[in-house]
């Protein structure tokens, strides 16, 4: 291990969390990931059990993690979502097959996280079934040495876990409460993702309604909705999937969108056929991941060096401004898809 290596804690076993580990692992850090599910994959792990969750995901922590439902195919073709070293193929016949579409399904995401995992040995570092409930900053400002005010040399962080494993006894009964744990990390990188939580529109009336109501976070297929009147608020792209997908045996579908324009040519021509869908107004590569995890491994083997606080927090504030200049909603701050976009705006105006 080289004098520079670090203690570093990856929250997250998805495609981030999975390339960030290899990418600390290959700077020399010693490298510890924690999953709270029982493996690897994030979003892409496909849960059909929802019935325990709450309908519209409220609970602080939620029981399912994942928001891919049965149908989901990728919005991507497979040459832009694999990892720059490990391409995105599709796997022959003597390999296990799988699916051949150049959009394929999430059962094929998730098998090529799986191989990339196995093939980099990641699976040593992970921690499978264990929660994250506390990360917090060690000894911070107390004149000890930990504080922001003399660099993140000499930085610490505390991570405080929960392993869900569930023990039983002779009768298949579950026993024991789980068990939690605090260490101290030299830096902590965050790769839980922004999909797990849902979020929900504020309409008037809508807790005193007492029909059915479900976040998609909880959507898996449409049989449950079959000859029901049913109204999808949000155009987005799950949005648009699954009022396509209820169409096929729903009585009725609504479609409530902000923005009427933002519509796919899929959805347009299921629009011009069907006559129980009705229109009314109201996903990043894997390679970005791996350039950031990149970035990160370097940066805490030396190989790259943070600006001040100082210059740091006005750059963050510079952005906050932009961003509301921009009109960009706040719930969108961590959408890395607008910095893109507010970047290849600028630059063509600074270069005159």
Not at 102 to 108: A, C, L
Not at 188 to 207: C, E, F, N, T, W
Not at 214 to 225: A, E, G, V
Request: aromatic fraction near 8%.
């Amino acid at each position: 291990m080289n004098s520079a290596s670090k203690h570093v804690c990856v929250i997250g076993a998805g495609p981030s969390g999975l390339v960030t580990a290899r990418e600390l692992r290959k700077e020399g850090h010693n490298v510890v990931v924690l999953e709270q599910k029982h493996d690897v994959g994030g979003q892409w792990l496909y849960d059909p059990n929802v019935e325990d969750e709450d309908p519209l995901g409220k609970g602080l922590f939620l029981k399912v993690h994942s928001s891919v439902y049965a149908s989901l195919r990728t919005a991507s073709p497979r040459e832009i979502m694999g990892f720059t070293d490990f391409p995105f193929i599709v796997k022959k016949e003597e390999e296990g097959g799988g699916d051949s579409r150049r959009y394929p399904s999430h059962t094929e995401v998730l098998a090529y996280l799986r191989d990339f995992c196995e093939w980099f040995g990641l699976r040593v570092l992970i921690r499978f079934n264990t929660r994250v409930e506390y990360v917090g900053m060690l000894n911070y400002n107390d004149g000890s040495g930990g504080g922001c005010g003399d660099g993140f040399e000499n930085l610490k962080w505390i991570v405080r876990s929960v392993l869900e494993e569930k023990k039983f006894d002779d009768d298949r009964r579950v026993v024991g409460l789980p068990a939690s744990s605090e260490e101290v990390f030299d830096a902590v990188v965050v790769a839980s993702g922004h999909y797990a939580q849902p979020r929900l529109p504020d309409i008037k009336g809508m807790d005193e309604w007492k029909r059915k109501q479900m976040h998609s976070h909880i959507y898996r297929i449409p049989q449950p909705f079959k000859n029901e009147v049913v109204v999808v608020v949000g155009n987005s792209q799950s949005g648009q999937d699954i009022s396509m997908e209820l169409s096929k045996v729903a009585k009725e579908v609504y479609l409530s969108a902000k923005d009427p324009s933002n519509v796919t040519e899929g959805l347009s021509k299921v629009l011009a056929k069907s006559n129980n869908l009705h229109l009314h107004p109201m996903l990043i590569g894997f390679p970005f991941f791996e350039s950031q995890a990149k970035w990160i491994a370097q940066l805490l083997a030396g190989k790259n060096h943070l600006p001040s606080v100082e210059q740091m927090m006005r750059s963050i504030q510079e952005l906050y401004e932009l961003r509301d200049s921009s009109h960009i909603p706040k719930h969108h701050t961590h959408l890395v898809c607008f910095e893109v976009m507010i970047v290849k705006n600028i630059i063509p105006l600074q270069n005159g």
